[in-house]
């Protein structure tokens, strides 16, 4: 499995909470700060929920 790097590009506010949660399950929760993750069914899932506020490279 190869990593993904995920970086948070738009804020959280306005969204609805089940995107909140996916934000603070993936480990995120601010502007600018990013995290690497093994890319899995499970993680694809969650990016496609929150698409429009993080930016995804491989």
Known sequence: M???????????????????????ALGLGGIGKAVERKDSPQLQGQLKVVS???????
């Open 52 to 58: 429009h506020l993080v930016e995804v490279k491989s």
């Open 2 to 24: 190869s990593g993904v790097k995920i970086k948070q590009i738009r804020s959280a506010n306005g969204t609805n909470p089940n995107q909140k949660a996916t934000l603070r």
